[in-house]
């Protein structure tokens, strides 16, 4: 199946600072979510990016998918104590068997 | 969006016991999927289940040790067998809906085995 890289695995970040985690394939994805799990939680889903070079937005959070849709980035702008959790990227394999593989996630801690 | 809930939220077993974790959607699904999260890590998937079909199960995953149901298209079970401590895990049902298969999951089943 497919496997995705994450990095990095933990951050931690003054209240205020930027955050940003990163997704590498060594195989052309055909697309990525992004999933948010608050601490006790469970994951939550964010987004899907589908087209090659997609940038989309949600309030301080841009979610961008490479040129060659092998790579994805989340980054948070000015982060704030509600931003903690993990932030994981997962990609699926489509077809009849279909099936979402994640990748190990970051973990993001803000010093308020 | 659907909702998922899951029982028991959290239990505590004894090794060598089984313990049956109960998933139900608010809506007919087709697919629902099951993951073990252990602590501070990522999410694992067990199996696929296909109402009205054997579930799939992923590699290092086998059906005597997490037989799974599926008797409609709103509820399935995963039994974690024979337990060890290494079973101790979250886990998570979930299923996905609409165009952009979406993923949703349950709140989980934090299990912890002694």
């Known amino acids: 199946g497919q496997q995705v890289m994450q990095i990095p695995q933990y951050q931690h970040v003054q209240e205020g600072e930027d955050f940003t985690t990163y997704c590498n394939s060594s195989t052309t994805l055909s697309n990525i979510q992004w999933y948010k799990q608050r601490p006790g939680g469970h994951p939550v889903f964010l987004i899907q990016l589908v087209k090659s070079g997609e940038v989309k937005k949600q309030k301080r959070l841009t979610f961008q998918f490479g040129e060659a849709k092998k790579n994805s980035s989340l980054h948070i702008t000015a982060t704030q104590t509600t931003d903690v959790g993990t932030y994981f990227c997962?990609?699926?394999?489509?077809?009849?068997?279909?099936?979402?593989?994640f990748g190990k996630g970051t973990l993001l801690t803000v010093n308020p | 969006s659907a909702v998922i809930s899951q029982k028991p939220s959290r239990d505590i077993c004894q090794r060598g016991t089984s313990l049956t974790i109960q998933c139900q959607v608010d809506?007919?699904?087709?697919?629902m999927f099951w993951y073990r999260q252990q602590p501070g890590q990522s999410l694992t998937l067990i199996a696929t289940a296909n109402q009205g079909s054997e579930a799939t199960y992923e590699s290092g995953f086998v059906i005597d040790k997490f037989p799974i149901s599926r008797p409609n298209l709103t509820f399935s079970t995963l039994t974690v067998s024979n337990m060890s401590p290494e079973d101790s895990s979250i886990y998570l049902c979930s299923t996905r809906q609409g165009w952009q298969e979406t993923q949703y999951f349950g709140p989980g089943t934090r299990l912890l085995v002694l």
């Open positions: 997962a990609v699926s394999s489509g077809g009849s068997n279909y099936k979402l593989t």
């Open positions: 809506s007919q699904v087709t697919m």
